[in-house]
């Protein structure tokens, strides 16, 4: 348990501090829409550039939309993320995870890594380019260099969402 600051001083806090993380990749107006290839199959969220929220401790991005942990130290993590999205066909339902040490094909399809368990949010499309926003919140342990990335899939359709936007966020402390 971290005690208050209130209570600790000096080469205490400094110890609270250095096994504290903290760090958000975000982006906003992104108009590159997520390619759905296969129907029900996860699907990395596009991967716009994104940038790296300041301040972060102990976390970085290492590719475009990734937050990776960065403390030698394993973490109790909370992670989340809050989106703005978009269907290109009315009605379709996506499901939205957060997806751990993920490895794609060339159409951007999970074939490695795991969905963080309890990281599933089912939202239904309204019209064609209407914009509904949501959000997901799990938590995870994380070790070195592990890493974090939206992803999605249409359970009805191939039709392409857009994020226009997004911020991937994870806050812990070393276990």
């Not at 209570?7 to 110890?15: E, I, M, P, Q, R």
């Not at 960065?70 to 809050?82: C, D, M, S, V």
């Not at 499901?95 to 309890?118: D, H, M, R, S």
């Not at 499309?125 to 999605?152: I, M, T």
């Amino acid at each position: 348990m971290i005690p208050p600051l209130s209570h600790v001083s000096g080469n205490s806090l400094s110890a609270v501090l250095a096994n504290f993380s903290i760090g958000s990749v975000f982006w906003t107006g992104n108009a590159v829409a997520t390619v759905i290839t296969t129907q029900n199959t996860w699907t990395r969220v596009a991967p716009v550039a994104g940038t790296l929220a300041t301040p972060t401790v102990n976390f970085d991005r290492p590719a475009n939309a990734r937050l990776r942990y960065t403390l030698i130290a394993a973490g109790n993590l909370i992670i989340a993320a809050t989106y703005s999205i978009s269907s290109a066909a009315p009605n379709d339902v996506y499901l939205i995870g957060i997806w751990k040490n993920g490895t794609v094909n060339a159409n951007n399809e999970f074939t490695g890594g795991a969905q963080v368990a309890g990281s599933t949010v089912r939202l239904k499309a309204g019209g064609a380019g209407d914009v509904q926003s949501s959000s997901v919140v799990c938590v995870d342990v994380a070790a070195l260099n592990d890493f974090y990335e939206l992803a999605v899939q249409n359970t009805l359709s191939t039709a392409d969402p857009t994020f226009s936007d997004a911020n991937l966020f994870g806050s812990g402390r070393s276990a």
